[in-house]
C-alpha cells in the first residue's frame, strides 16, 4: 500500500492510467462492432433507405473517388453527330432498361433499386464529361453500374459522353424523337429469327431501307456473308472487344447469327456521300494500291480488294469507322483472331496521317470495289 | 572432379572445338582468290609470329641463365641496335607493305565486260539480291548466291535498315553494309561448291539467324542457273500445290511477296518465284522443305523474333500444307 501511494503521487503515472482506460474502449467497440455485425440488427433492404449519415459517407467517397480517377483523362470532341448518334441508339438498346427514357416517369422496377439508377437527363449537374466517361468504363460499385463490356474499348465509351453531352445540350426530344419506325424483313422472321436479335442489328446498321444510324457503325449492306458470321462469332467469344457488340453477340444462336450475315449480305450496298479531301484520297490511293515497301507496308488491295469472302470489303465505309477500327489495332487490340494478327502488324506500321489518307479513299469508293481478275504474266 | 567426369568434359569440349573444323564456313578453306589471299596472310603472320616470339623467349632466357659471355654479347649495343630497332623496323614496314598489298587487291581487279553485276541488300534479317546482267537486265533472289568460278565478281553491298555486314568466309574477308552507302566487294571463286556466309555485324535481335549460301559452279552451270532463275515460276502443279497456289494469291501472300508468273508482286519480303530450290529458308534459318514452310508461315514470330512477317494463323492443317507443298514445289 505505500508503494502504490508512492507511485500514484508521480505525474507521469496518470498517462500510464490513460492507456488501460483506452484498451478497455477499444475491446467494448469491437465487441460491439461484431455484436452488431453477427447480429443481423443491420437492415440490409432495398426498401429501407440509407440512414443520412450512411448516404453523406457514401456519396462524399463516391465523388471524392470519381473526381480522383478522372483528373487525368482527356476529352475528345464530343459535339460530333456521329458519336452522339451512336451513343444515342446504344442508350436505347442497353442502358434505357435501367436508366428509362430520359425525361420520363421511369420503370417501377428498376426505381426500386438502391440506388435507383438516376435519370441521366441530369448527368452532367452532377459530373463533368470526363467524370462521365470514368463512371460508364469502369462502373461503380455496390450500384448495379457495371463496368464497360469491352476490354480496352475506351473510343465506344466516348460515344455515350457525346449522347448525354446532347442530351443536357437539345434536351430529352433529341433522344425521342431520334428513335426512327423500321419495319422488319418478313423474310427473317419466316427464318425463324427472333424480333430481338434482328431489331439489336438494324438499330445501328439499318436495313434495306436505311443506312447505319451514325458514321462509326460500319455498313454491312453487301459484306461478305462469312465475315459477317466471323465478326459475331469472334465478339461472342471473346477474341474481339466490344462493350457494343460483345451483349449482343451474345444473345444471338449460330442459326440468327447465319440467318441475319445471310440478309445483309444480300441488301444491296449502299452508296453514301462522302467527299474527302482530293489530296488525301489521292494519297490514300497510292498506299491502297501500291503499299510502301520502305515502311513495310503492303497495299490494302492485296487482301481487301480480292475475292477471298474472308476479308471484308472496305471501300463505300465511312472514313470515320476505317479509322477508328485503325486505331483499335494500333492501341494493340482486336488481334486475338488469326486475321486480325495479320492487319495489327500493318496498321501499327501506318503513321497518323497514313491512317488518315486511307481511310479517306476506301470511304470515297463505290462499293464493290475490286481488283481486276488475274491476268497470268506470259 | 572424378578422371572419369574429366574425360568427359575434355571429350565434349574437343568435339565443340572439331564443330569449328567443318569446312563449309572456314577462312581455314579458301574457295576464293580473295579469300586464299587472306589464309595465306594469317598463316604468314602467325608462323613468323610464333618464330619471334621463340626467338625473344629464347633470349630473355639466356639473358636470365646464361653465362657470363653470352650475357654480354646480349647487351652488346650493335646487337641492341640489330635486333631491337632495325629488325622490328624493317619486319613490320615488309608486313605493312603486304598488308597493303592485300586490302588493295580487291579493288585492283577490273570485272569482265560481260560480268553480271550483283546488288545485295541487307535487310532484318535476311538478304535482297538482285542480279544484273550487261546489258541491265536484272531479277530478284534472295538469301543465296550464286556466282560462276574463276570470274570476278562485283558485289555491291547496301543497307534497308542498320549496319549489317556481309561475309562469305571461304570467299572473300567481310566487308560492312553502311545505311546510305554502297560498298564494292569483289569476290572470285576458286572451285565449285556450296560455302555458307552470314552477317559479320551484331543488326539487331535474329542477327545470329542472317546467313546465305554461296553456290559457286562452273560457267555453263551458272548461265543455265540464271536463265532458269530469271524466268517465271514453275507452273507443273499437281492438285494440292495447284490449291495451295490459290490460298497464296487469296490469302494476301502477294502484298509482301513476289512470285513471277502471278500477280504476287510484293516488295517487301523476299521474292520467292523460286524459293523451292534455294538450299535453306529463313535466310539459312531452316531446311528448305514443305514441313519447314508449314512452320514458318504459321509461327515464324517463334523462329524468327520480331522479323517483318505477320503471324499467319488463318489456315487450316491441310490449306497449311497445300499451301507449303505449293512453295516447295517452286524450284
Known amino acids: 500500500m505505500v508503494e502504490d ?24 467497440m469491437i465487441v460491439g462492432a461484431a455484436v452488431f455485425i453477427v447480429s443481423g440488427v443491420y437492415n440490409v433492404a432495398a426498401s429501407r433507405d440509407h440512414l443520412s449519415i450512411t448516404n453523406w459517407l457514401l456519396t462524399v467517397v463516391r465523388d471524392r473517388s470519381i ?263 494500333r492501341k494493340g487490340l482486336r488481334d486475338r483472331s488469326g486475321y486480325g494478327a495479320i492487319m495489327s502488324v500493318v496498321a501499327k506500321r501506318l503513321n497518323d496521317a497514313q491512317v488518315q489518307d486511307v481511310s479517306a479513299f476506301y470511304a470515297s469508293q463505290p462499293p464493290g470495289l475490286r481488283l481486276k481478275p488475274e491476268v497470268p504474266v506470259p | 572432379m572424378s578422371k572419369g567426369r574429366i574425360r568427359t568434359t575434355a571429350g565434349a569440349g574437343i568435339l565443340v572445338l572439331l564443330a569449328g573444323c567443318n569446312p563449309e564456313q572456314s577462312a581455314f578453306a579458301p574457295a576464293g582468290v580473295e579469300a586464299e589471299r587472306i589464309n595465306v596472310l594469317f598463316w604468314v603472320m602467325t608462323i613468323a609470329g610464333g618464330f619471334i616470339l621463340v626467338g625473344v623467349l629464347v633470349l630473355s632466357a639466356v639473358a636470365i641463365y646464361g653465362g657470363e659471355t ?36 580487291g579493288a585492283g581487279t577490273p570485272p569482265s565486260p560481260d560480268g553480271i553485276r550483283i546488288a545485295i541488300k541487307g535487310e532484318q534479317w535476311w538478304w535482297r539480291l538482285t542480279y544484273v546482267d550487261a546489258d541491265g537486265n536484272s531479277f530478284e533472289s534472295a538469301n543465296e548466291l550464286h556466282v560462276p568460278v574463276g570470274q570476278p565478281i562485283y558485289l555491291e553491298l547496301t543497307t534497308a535498315d542498320v549496319l549489317h555486314s556481309f561475309w562469305a568466309p571461304r570467299l572473300a574477308g567481310k566487308l560492312d553494309m553502311i545505311p546510305g552507302r554502297t560498298n564494292i566487294l569483289t569476290l572470285t571463286a576458286t572451285e565449285e561448291g556450296v560455302s555458307r556466309g552470314q552477317c559479320a555485324e551484331y543488326c539487331g535481335g535474329a542477327h545470329a539467324l542472317m546467313s546465305f549460301h554461296v553456290v559457286a559452279q562452273t560457267q555453263e552451270d551458272f548461265q543455265a542457273w540464271v536463265a532458269k532463275e530469271s524466268g517465271p515460276a514453275v507452273k507443273n502443279e499437281n492438285g494440292r500445290a495447284a490449291r495451295g497456289r490459290q490460298l497464296f494469291l487469296n490469302a494476301g501472300c502477294g502484298g509482301c511477296h513476289t512470285i513471277r508468273g502471278t500477280r504476287a508482286a510484293g516488295a517487301i519480303g523476299p521474292d520467292l518465284t523460286h524459293v523451292g530450290g534455294r538450299h535453306s529458308l529463313a535466310a539459312a534459318t531452316l531446311s528448305n522443305n514443305a514441313q519447314a514452310f508449314a512452320a514458318w508461315i504459321s509461327n515464324n514470330q517463334h523462329i524468327k523474333p520480331e522479323n517483318k512477317m505477320p503471324p499467319y494463323n488463318i489456315f487450316t492443317r491441310p490449306e497449311l500444307e497445300d499451301l507449303a507443298l505449293y512453295l516447295e514445289s517452286l524450284k
Open chain 1, 5 to 28: 501511494k508512492t507511485v500514484w503521487a508521480r505525474p507521469w503515472t496518470r498517462l500510464r492510467r490513460l492507456g488501460p482506460a483506452m484498451l478497455v474502449i477499444v475491446e467494448v
Open chain 2, 70 to 105: 653470352l650475357r654480354s654479347q646480349l647487351s652488346n649495343e650493335r646487337f641492341i641496335t640489330g635486333a631491337g630497332i632495325v629488325f622490328p623496323a624493317v619486319v613490320l614496314s615488309m608486313l605493312l607493305v603486304y598488308g597493303f598489298v592485300v586490302l588493295g587487291a
Open chain 1, 67 to 329: 473526381a480522383n480517377a478522372a483528373s487525368g483523362i482527356s476529352v475528345p470532341d464530343l459535339t460530333d453527330e456521329g458519336l452522339a448518334d451512336l451513343g444515342a441508339e446504344h442508350y436505347r438498346g442497353a442502358c434505357a432498361t435501367c436508366h428509362g427514357v430520359p425525361g420520363q416517369a421511369a420503370n417501377p422496377v428498376y426505381q426500386s433499386m438502391l440506388p435507383a439508377p438516376p435519370d441521366l437527363i441530369f448527368a452532367y449537374e452532377d459530373y463533368n464529361s470526363r467524370e462521365l466517361f470514368w463512371i460508364i468504363y469502369h462502373g461503380l460499385k455496390f450500384t448495379g453500374m457495371p463496368a464497360w463490356a469491352g476490354e480496352g474499348r475506351s473510343d465506344e465509351v466516348w460515344s455515350l459522353v457525346a449522347f448525354l453531352d446532347r442530351l443536357r445540350r437539345e434536351g430529352a426530344d433529341s433522344y425521342t424523337d431520334s428513335e426512327r419506325p423500321r419495319v422488319l424483313p418478313l423474310e427473317l422472321e419466316a427464318a425463324g429469327v427472333s424480333i430481338q436479335p434482328l431489331e439489336s442489328c438494324v438499330r445501328c446498321h439499318g436495313d434495306a431501307r436505311s443506312l447505319p444510324v451514325s458514321d462509326r457503325v460500319p455498313r454491312l449492306h453487301g459484306q461478305s456473308e462469312p465475315y459477317l458470321i466471323r465478326a459475331i462469332e469472334n465478339y461472342w467469344d471473346g477474341t474481339r472487344q466490344s462493350g457494343i457488340m460483345e451483349p449482343i453477340a451474345h444473345r444471338m444462336s449460330i442459326e440468327e447469327n447465319s440467318a441475319l450475315a445471310r440478309y445483309y449480305a444480300k441488301l444491296s450496298p449502299i452508296r453514301a456521300g462522302s467527299s474527302g479531301d482530293p489530296a488525301a484520297v489521292l494519297r490514300g490511293q497510292r498506299l491502297a494500291r501500291d503499299g510502301l515497301a520502305e515502311g513495310g507496308i503492303p497495299p490494302c488491295s492485296s487482301c481487301h480488294e480480292g475475292d477471298n469472302p474472308q476479308f471484308p470489303r472496305l471501300a463505300g465505309q465511312s472514313a470515320a469507322y476505317l479509322r477508328g477500327q485503325l486505331e483499335v489495332w
